[in-house]
């Protein structure tokens, strides 16, 4: 990205014809792809010909002034539809913009358009989507991931340099593996959620996806802050980008849970990740073994979770307040008719599951007993930090599955139980490659750090990628 900041800066490109190029690219490769729900081709020129007009005079708003991206369509924006890939809000515009969409535009950055998701973020796959099913760039018969999966394809096919996504319980992270691209869930409290349609408010948050660690860092740098608007955003949550980057890891402690290297983790994956963690070790860094006993309910705790607090938020869209309205001859029909057309079955699935264990009967047993377990799940991660830097692990436990491969709802769930635990301890999470499997796709490495230390995250990512990268094009440690 500092790279196209360059050729904006001395005038090689224009904002304009870097806007154009990355929209010809939607229009040459997304027929197949299908990552966007809706492109905004007049919006984006215009503000990359306001972006070269304030290069003219000298005043651009921030080194990134000019580069586009693209938006999860659960990010509320103005003028164009935020749909949450859901027929219950096919016709809805927002009449105000979420906060990360006004930095985006405080720092100049056209916006391309909205991407594909599941449906109000809820699937691993992109095959929960009320329009279409996004394909993985690197073989159309298989998903993407999810439910940010229209983002990290958009990035995974050149469409887009950058894209936001949103990770409730992996949706940035298993999507970047799928498609083999960058993504941070940042700490819980760090970006705002003003804005956001929100899926569980306790886990929800938006992040960066890039082709790179640097560029993500970049990205999360712009949407990073304070917000009074959000309840839950935190005093001193602003990140600045490092200045310099070692080129060794000695000083920093990394610890691998062998609970993430058991049972039902491909033995490729396995091997790619293990590949990775020795390479870190010769970069420098003390790599140990620790352990996260509690991970093993972290998808149960999760579903549960995940399920009431989706329950409860989704209860606005009744054809009164929000969203399509189904006519009938009364209320208990109307909502009836309302709920059952406007959502899809996931949702619905989702919607019961959340409804069943917030009942007066089963509270105690399900809700609650998940609040105690998600306690215990931070707990492991507070121990481990007291003395490792940074834990390593698989980020998903196979490469991307076919299309209409998991038709079991828990087969599905699966694919996020190495991501859930940051989620639900409100840690600081990224994905990156870490290599190819046989059949030619990405594996992901997953970095998770204490809160607030993104800044460590980001410096064992970058110095691994740069490694990687000396190791692809044949060189040595």
């Known amino acids: 990205m500092k790279e196209l900041a360059h050729k904006l800066r001395t005038s090689q490109v224009s904002s304009v014809e870097l806007v154009q190029h990355y929209l010809d690219r939607i229009r040459a490769v997304d027929s197949d792809i299908r990552a966007f729900l809706y492109v905004d081709e007049d919006g984006a020129i215009a503000e990359a010909k306001a972006s070269d007009e304030r290069r003219r005079r000298g005043e651009p708003l921030s080194p990134w002034d000019g580069i586009p ?16 890939a859901s027929r219950m809000l096919e016709n809805y515009y927002s009449p105000f913009e979420a906060e990360v969409i006004t930095r985006i535009k405080q720092a100049g950055m056209p916006i391309l358009g909205k991407t594909n998701m599941d449906e109000f973020a809820m699937g691993s ?29 958009a990035v995974a096919a050149g469409e887009a340099p950058w894209a936001l996504g949103t990770d409730t319980g992996g949706s940035i992270r298993q999507p970047g593996a799928f498609c083999g691209v960058v993504g941070l869930k940042p700490t819980y409290g760090r970006v705002s959620r003003w804005g956001l349609v929100a899926l569980a408010s306790s886990l929800d948050q938006i992040g960066p996806m890039a082709r790179t660690v640097a560029d993500a860092e970049i990205l999360f740098s712009i949407i990073a802050g304070h917000d009074n608007r959000d309840s839950t955003s935190w005093p001193n949550a602003a ?16 610890g691998v849970p062998e609970e993430f290297f058991a049972e039902g983790l491909d033995p490729e994956v396995a091997c790619s990740v293990r590949q990775a963690i020795k390479m870190l070790e010769n970069l420098g860094a003390e790599v140990k073994p620790i352990s996260l006993p509690h991970n093993i309910y972290s998808i149960d705790t999760y579903l549960t979770l995940v399920t009431a607090e989706a329950s409860s938020n989704l209860a606005r869209y009744d054809g009164v307040r929000y969203g399509l309205r189904v006519e009938a001859p009364d209320c208990t029909t ?11 079955p996931e949702v619905k699935r989702r919607i019961m599951l959340g409804t069943y264990v917030l009942t007066a009967s089963h509270h105690e047993a399900f809700y609650e007993q998940a609040r105690r377990v998600r306690t215990l799940i931070a707990q492991d991660l507070e121990q481990a930090f007291s003395s490792v830097d940074v834990v390593v692990t698989p980020t998903t436990p196979t490469t991307a599955f076919r299309i209409g491969e998991k038709q079991d709802p828990l087969q599905m769930y699966l694919s996020d139980s190495y991501t859930a635990i940051a989620n639900l ?12 499997d046989r059949k030619g796709l990405p594996i992901g490495l997953q970095l998770i750090a204490d809160h607030f230390r993104e800044d460590l995250i980001f410096t064992v990512g ?16």
Do not use: W
Request: include cysteine; charged fraction near 20%.
């Open 462 to 477: 970058r110095v691994l990628e740069q490694s990687l990268r000396e190791v692809e094009a044949g060189g040595e440690l």
């Open 425 to 436: 301890a409100g840690n600081p999470a990224l994905t990156m490659p870490c290599g190819i």
């Open 69 to 84: 991206i693209a938006i999860k369509d659960n990010i509320c924006t103005v003028g164009t539809p935020t749909t949450c």
């Open 239 to 254: 990140y600045r980008v490092m200045d310099a980057v070692p080129d060794n890891l000695k000083g920093i402690s990394v």
């Open 125 to 153: 796959s992109t095959e929960f989507s009320a329009f279409y099913i996004t394909r993985n760039p690197h073989d159309l018969t298989r998903v993407p991931g999810g439910s940010s999966g229209g983002s990290a394809a």
């Open 334 to 344: 109307m909502f009836k008719k309302t709920r059952t057309k406007g959502f899809g």
